[in-house]
T-cell receptor, first 111, second 115 residues
């Protein structure tokens, strides 16, 4: 089946690195995504990784994919208070283009 | 601004009623997706349309229905509303219907409150 799991909360200090983890079950997933949701707002695509890649870096964001363990992580370097939000991991479902989302990790950045 | 618009922004109604949520995709996008975000169920895929045809179906209740019109806008109809239908309903759009690189752009959502 299709299932995505994330831890619910993460608290870090401003300037530290944040690492948000995610596990998924569908080994046929071709793309895995990270979305950000700020309070009262919609979802914003942060980055994605294709399943044949191990790592993708985009400015302060680094995505690591361990396909064997079906584990995905998002590292945010030099975390700022503006990074406080809920971060969703998602995998592409096996039907059409639907996305299967995790529960979301609430990142709290303390000054 | 993702380019996806949803109306209304907020909707308050009573149990047993029927409501219609509207979504306009980004210009040029052929696919529209509906998602429901609630505290207990999280963010769940409901249904996808591609160029007017249903492409994929998720955990959508029989009381809910959707359609995509020739101008590509979409409507989600929710009927016989229950308290548990209170949620944030997101629409997303993408160019393709499920190709490899199928980035979805999300609208701001419609917050439905059923009293």
């Amino acid at each position: 089946g299709e299932d995505v799991e994330q831890s619910l909360f993460l608290s870090v200090r401003e300037g530290d690195s944040s690492v948000i983890n995610c596990t998924y079950t569908d080994s046929s997933s071709t793309y895995l995504y990270w979305y950000k949701q700020e309070p009262g707002a919609g979802l914003q695509l942060l980055t994605y990784i294709f399943s044949n890649m191990d790592m993708k870096q985009d400015q302060r964001l680094t995505v690591l994919l361990n396909k064997k363990d079906k584990h995905l992580s998002l590292r945010i370097a030099d975390t700022q208070t503006g990074d406080s939000a809920i971060y969703f991991c998602a995998e592409r479902g096996n039907q059409g283009g639907k996305l299967i989302f995790g529960q979301g990790t609430e990142l709290s950045v303390k000054p | 601004d993702s380019g996806v618009t949803q109306t209304p922004k907020h909707l308050i109604t009573a149990t047993g009623q029927r409501v219609t949520l509207r979504c306009s995709p980004r210009s040029g996008d052929l696919s529209v997706y509906w998602y429901q975000q609630s505290l207990d169920q999280g963010l769940q895929f409901l249904i996808q349309y591609y160029n007017g045809e249903e492409r994929a179906k998720g955990n959508i209740l029989e009381r809910f229905s959707a359609q995509q019109f020739p101008d590509l806008h979409s409507e989600l109809n929710l009927s016989s509303l229950e308290l548990g239908d209170s949620a944030l309903y997101f629409c997303a759009s993408s160019v393709e219907g499920g190709g490899l690189d199928n980035e979805q752009f999300f609208g701001p959502g419609t917050r439905l409150t059923v009293l």
